[in-house]
T-cell receptor, first 115, second 111 residues
Framework: SAVISQKPSRDICQRGTSLTIQCQVDSQVTMMFWYRQQPGQSLTLIAT?????????ESGFVIDKFPISRPNLTFSTLTVSNMSPEDSSIYLC????????????FGQGTRLTVV | GEDVEQSLFLSVREGDSSVINCTYT??????LYWYKQEPGAGLQLLTYIFSNMDMKQDQRLTVLLNKKDKHLSLRIADTQTGDSAIYFC???????????FGTGTKLQVIP
């Protein structure tokens, strides 16, 4: 299994500012995933972060808006840039491959409110 | 791409059984999962079923898999107020890849 620490757990931010979310895993993992969960919605994958290479973004998400860092095998950050109220969501980091059944493990999420 | 669909909302009385349904499209998954998201929390793996199984029972939870119809269900017996949460079915394409989540079913348990 994996223990994933994500912070901050919540924040209220002014529009036009940026917020960096941190994700720390207690084991080394090749890939980390960042999801967005808009109010009342399912999870939408933002990007996949590999150590040592640029993140791979899903359709509808761009690096300028959601820059990602992956400096080592246990840590990643997601920045939400130039925020607007539409960015108000829960952001979750996730890893796969540390369990025996390929299950995904999640951080507790960052609840972001943009005012 | 894969689409995993669920009904959005289910309301049951405490003590009754809950059945949450899921329809998936990718038949190559080795496992299929059910995740639970309690209010204000991340997702936690609730249970899973191996794709060559039809049924799996785990205490109050029963997972049924119909591969022919690509239908997965989660039955919670003797539903408790602590079961109130959003339940997501999910499938991985296999091996260190992203997981595709269903739309989520919000279960409301009425005391």
């Amino acid at each position: 299994s994996a223990v994933i620490s994500q912070k901050p757990s919540r924040d209220i931010c002014q529009r036009g500012t940026s917020l960096t979310i941190q994700c720390q895993v207690d084991s080394q993992v090749t890939m980390m995933f960042w999801y967005r969960q808009q109010p009342g919605q399912s999870l939408t994958l933002i990007a996949t972060a590999n150590q040592g290479s640029e993140a791979t973004y899903e359709s509808g998400f761009v690096i300028d808006k959601f820059p990602i860092s992956r400096p080592n095998l246990t840590f990643s950050t997601l920045t939400v840039s130039n925020m607007s109220p539409e960015d108000s969501s829960i952001y979750l980091c996730s890893v796969v491959g540390l369990g025996v059944r390929d299950e995904a493990f999640f951080g507790q999420g960052t609840r972001l409110t943009v005012v | 791409g894969e689409d995993v669909e669920q009904s959005l909302f289910l309301s049951v009385r405490e003590g009754d059984s809950s059945v949450i349904n899921c329809t998936y499209t990718d038949s190559s998954s080795t496992y299929l999962y059910w995740y639970k998201q309690e209010p204000g929390a991340g997702l936690q793996l609730l249970t899973y079923i191996f794709s060559n199984m039809d049924m799996k029972q785990d205490q109050r939870l029963t997972v049924l898999l119909n591969k022919k119809d690509k239908h997965l269900s989660l039955r919670i017996a003797d539903t408790q107020t602590g079961d109130s949460a959003i339940y997501f079915c999910a499938e991985p394409p296999g091996g260190y890849q992203k997981v595709t989540f269903g739309t989520g079913t919000k279960l409301q348990v009425i005391p």
